[in-house]
């Protein structure tokens, strides 16, 4: 993860039909009959065998989700990494107030 520089989301340039019908089934099943794991898949994804086009779409749009998904997880690293610093810093100013407090005691 690079702070503060996020991924570029590749972006597929496909028409919204098609991105459409590619959301409705998922990345999964898409993948799936893009490598011919599903032999015989719904009526409306056929069209991936049949043109190669489709499947220029259907990788394009596999590369927008996967960088999506990097993006998010990227995000998702940064939150965790500033709470963890917020909290170490939260735990030496509790140290550094313990300290001065005994010390004063010390003193009287």
């Known amino acids: 993860m690079s702070i503060l520089r996020w991924r570029k989301i590749r972006k597929a340039e496909i028409p919204k039909e098609r991105q459409d019908l590619f959301q409705r089934f998922g990345e999964f099943v898409i993948a799936s009959v893009l490598s011919g794991a599903f032999q015989h898949s719904p009526g409306e994804l056929k069209i991936i065998y ?3 086009e489709v499947r ?15 993006r998010r ?4 690293e940064f939150i965790e990494v500033a709470i963890l610093v917020v909290f170490l810093v939260s735990i030496a100013l509790e140290i550094v107030s313990i300290v ?3 010390k004063q005691l010390a003193r009287g």
């Open 50 to 52: 049949t043109s190669a």
């Open 100 to 102: 001065i407090g005994l």
């Open 56 to 70: 220029t779409q259907v990788i394009d749009w596999l590369t927008e989700c996967a960088d999506k998904r990097k």
């Open 73 to 76: 997880e990227d995000r998702v």
